[in-house]
């Protein structure tokens, strides 16, 4: 499936949550451009990073500028929280997509819709983010409870759900929504450790909802923007170019889920794989790791960008 992806002129990814802040980098750039913990002249804006993600995405067109909200982060409150203290509006915010059913993405999406303020406004995710009964299998007799997504509750907000597997077109066609993504590396093969009961039956969970948002920046290529990257971020953004008919990467971003033992083997290979895709830049949050950010930074110094909770980087035409 090929979709006309428009292009656009600028995305700004502003992040809501993530799970690092520094409030004393003062590293600010043209394009990264850092949270100020600086109100009525005194330090004492505080800004609360997670283990979660949430970010507003906004893309320009000319002088138009429209905005999703891109997750939720983990609590009820954090994301919220930031928004308050960065003084954003979100009354201007068109639609919301959820990259999957796992609490540090889905948390505080009760708070930041209470925020959006708009009844009936659209929230796209895969079916599977309504899986029940998951958990981290650490061993046959030791095994750890995710929280699920509830319906019901999303649906007390006024938000209207949107389901879809396949990819989907928003804001006009200028951003696009993956859908469920297919693997095609021989090394991303999913989370060993999560499962799901299903009627009494244990099975593996592949968490095959977990998806991504892209846009193509007129003369640059496309913004990958992933989850946590379940489904592998390379096959993320294989699949981006597939369902974009675009191959230039201008960007890749998101949560690569590299973190931890089960995933420590296959940073490398995704690194060598990422050098292969050769983006513009390279931005790796939340899930991604400490071992494999430095890996990535190391290996892709002039490509690499940090984020942190309160981070908007821009990259345009």
């Known amino acids: 499936m090929t979709l006309k992806l428009k292009e656009v002129d600028k995305v700004e990814i502003l992040t809501l949550q993530d799970n690092d802040i520094d409030?004393?980098?003062?590293?600010?750039?043209?394009?990264?451009?850092?949270?100020?913990?600086?109100?009525?002249?005194?330090?004492?804006?505080?800004?609360?990073?997670?283990?979660?993600?949430?970010?507003?995405?906004?893309?320009?067109?000319?002088?138009?500028?429209?905005?999703?909200?891109?997750?939720?982060?983990?609590?009820?409150?954090?994301?919220?929280?930031?928004?308050?203290?960065?003084?954003?509006?979100?009354?201007?915010?068109?639609?919301?997509?959820?990259?999957?059913?796992?609490?540090?993405?889905?948390?505080?999406?009760?708070?930041?819709?209470?925020?959006?303020?708009?009844?009936?406004?659209?929230?796209?995710?895969?079916?599977?983010?309504?899986?029940?009964?998951?958990?981290?299998?650490?061993?046959?007799?030791?095994?750890?409870?995710?929280?699920s997504l509830v319906r019901e509750k999303i649906e007390n907000t006024g938000i209207s759900i949107v389901e879809s597997k396949d990819p989907r077109m928003l804001l006009d066609d200028s951003l696009l929504f993956l859908g469920q993504i297919p693997k095609q590396t021989d090394f991303e093969k999913g989370f060993p450790r999560m499962y799901y009961d299903d009627d009494g039956q244990e099975k593996w969970d592949p968490i095959e909802e977990d998806t991504g948002i892209v846009a193509n920046v007129k003369g640059k290529g496309l913004v990958v923007l992933s989850g946590c990257a379940h489904s592998g971020i390379i096959n993320t953004v294989k699949y981006a170019r597939e369902v974009a008919g675009v191959d230039q990467i201008y960007v890749v971003m998101g949560g690569f889920h590299l973190t931890g033992a089960d995933f420590e083997p296959i940073i490398e290979p995704t690194t060598e794989a990422l050098k292969a895709l050769n983006p513009q830049y390279i931005v790796p949050t939340h899930c991604t790791g400490r071992k494999a950010i430095m890996h990535i930074e190391n290996e892709m110094p002039d490509k690499f960008l940090l984020n942190m909770s309160g981070t908007k980087i821009i990259f345009a035409t």
């Open 23 to 147: 409030v004393a980098a003062f590293d600010s750039t043209e394009i990264v451009q850092r949270a100020m913990p600086i109100k009525d002249q005194e330090i004492k804006n505080s800004i609360l990073a997670e283990h979660g993600f949430s970010a507003l995405v906004t893309v320009t067109t000319r002088d138009r500028a429209r905005s999703i909200l891109f997750d939720f982060g983990f609590s009820e409150h954090g994301a919220a929280f930031n928004v308050d203290a960065l003084g954003i509006d979100l009354t201007t915010i068109e639609a919301m997509v959820l990259s999957h059913g796992h609490m540090d993405h889905f948390g505080g999406l009760e708070q930041l819709a209470e925020r959006v303020a708009k009844r009936g406004i659209e929230l796209v995710l895969h079916p599977t983010a309504f899986r029940k009964s998951r958990y981290v299998k650490i061993s046959e007799e030791f095994k750890i409870n995710l929280p």
